[in-house]
């Protein structure tokens, strides 16, 4: 058997037969999730197949309109508790938080497994060394119904990551970089593997935050090296009884294109609307005025995004003429973020906490911009009308650029406190 990538890996263990990339094989798949902008349809389309037992292990959450803004949202989320009780499947209710952090909270996921999720950044489990890719409702469905679906291998790049991140730089300022130069489309239907000196020394926090963006430059799935971090950070979540397997890549395993990157110099980035790979350094966009500042979402809702931003907002306050909104990407992250004290800073500085969940992320609620204001948000998205208003105008950056410019009333530079 020829050298094998991790997607090839992964899909030839699923497949019962060994594969290389541009296969087409029927897979078994591990688990599957569905979120309250996407389980409706799964849920119409279970009861069409007549499926009277579902083949994968599945869960819904209840994140992306949590707690109910409107009456058709409510009808929705209580036809999903109806499905989850019918079926004695998972559900995770509002106040839980963001599927792509209660999910890996639960011990769900392991390192080699296949998962599919009705959300586009499924792709952030490739943090534990899964192959987890975003599927349609209809899709999903016929997972539930028959235990497998079909997938096409994917060619993988290889991402190495080399130098030592300045003061003020994070995860969320590397794979900005990264899909500035590489471009939206520069990994379309792409497996990606990181690598390198940059990625040993992060914590788990910033590879989820690099494995969520994935999709933003069209890759399929991504995958982390499965290191101690790695099981340290499962071993707690999934127990005894399960086995967690290390998952790499042979040797001699063909790559499509190999990246190098050297970030030594790499300063503060910001997505500069309406597109993720429109970016620039902080430092070209220091006159921009804001309106809203946005910290959380299933990019950078976690503790190490809390502690930075924490770090700038401390004894500080926000700019009169900016809203800041917060929003933990799960319950677990608000006590966490409550046992250290971050929760009392924030609202000390003037913050606004939402409820776990997406937030104005995706424009549903708790924080639509009005026309022609200015966001700043830790978000993974900025095209028009992504929170609500199409009139509106968004910039990502990480959580503590996010909390400068809180502070500041404009676009800021957030080296200088740390």
């Known amino acids: 058997m020829s050298a094998q990538t991790i997607a090839e890996k992964i899909l030839s263990k699923h497949a019962g037969k060994n594969l290389s990339a541009g ?74 938080g963001v599927c792509h952090q209660v999910i890996p909270e639960s011990g769900n996921i392991l390192p080699g497994d296949l998962v599919l999720g009705a959300d586009s950044h499924t792709c952030t489990y490739g943090a534990l060394g899964a192959f987890s890719t975003g599927v349609g409702s209809t899709d999903l469905a016929i997972a539930l119904s028959t235990g497998k679906n079909w997938f096409k291998v994917p060619a993988t790049i290889k991402i190495i990551i080399k130098g030592k991140l300045k003061r003020g730089v994070f995860a969320k300022d590397v794979i900005l970089y990264i899909i500035g130069k590489l471009k939206s489309d520069g990994a379309t239907y792409k497996a990606v593997e990181f690598s390198g000196p ?83 350094p902080v430092s070209s966009l220091k006159k921009v005025k804001i309106n809203e500042a946005f910290l959380g979402t299933c990019t950078n809702g ?33 006590l966490e973020a409550l046992r250290l004290g971050l929760i009392e800073i924030f609202i000390k500085a003037g913050a606004v906490i939402v409820a776990p969940g997406c937030g104005p992320c995706v424009g549903t609620h708790n ?52």
Request: aromatic share 8%; glycine share 6%; proline share 5%.
């Open 198 to 280: 940059v990625i040993d020394n992060m914590g788990m926090d910033g590879r989820f935050t690099i494995a969520n963006m994935l999709v933003e430059m069209g890759a399929k799935a991504g995958f982390m090296p499965v290191d101690k971090k790695t099981l340290a950070w499962l071993k707690p979540r999934v127990g005894k009884n399960r086995r967690i397997e290390s998952i790499e890549a042979d040797k001699g395993a063909i790559y499509q294109n190999a990246y190098e990157f050297d970030i030594s110099k790499l300063k503060p980035m910001v997505s500069m609307p309406h597109s993720v790979d429109n970016t620039a």
């Open 23 to 96: 296969d087409f094989a029927v897979c078994k798949v591990d688990f599957a999730f569905g979120q309250d902008g996407t389980s409706s349809i799964i849920i119409d389309r279970i009861k069409d197949l007549g499926v009277k037992k579902l083949k994968t292990k599945f869960c819904m959450v209840i994140d992306h309109s949590a707690p109910s803004p409107s009456e058709g949202v409510s009808r929705v989320h209580k036809k999903m508790r109806d499905f989850s009780q019918s079926f004695n499947s998972e559900i995770f209710d509002i106040g839980c």
């Open 302 to 334: 976690r503790i190490d995004d809390f502690l930075a931003a924490a770090k700038v907002l401390n004894k500080h306050k926000v700019s009169s003429d900016v809203k800041l909104i917060i929003a933990p990407s799960s319950r677990a992250v608000y």
């Open 367 to 418: 924080g639509i911009p009005s026309d022609a204001e200015v966001v700043i948000s830790t978000a993974n998205r900025n095209f028009k009308g992504r929170m609500g208003n199409p009139s509106a105008f968004i910039y990502l950056a990480s959580p503590a650029t996010v909390a400068a410019s809180a502070l500041k009333g404009h676009i800021s530079d957030p080296s200088v406190y740390f």
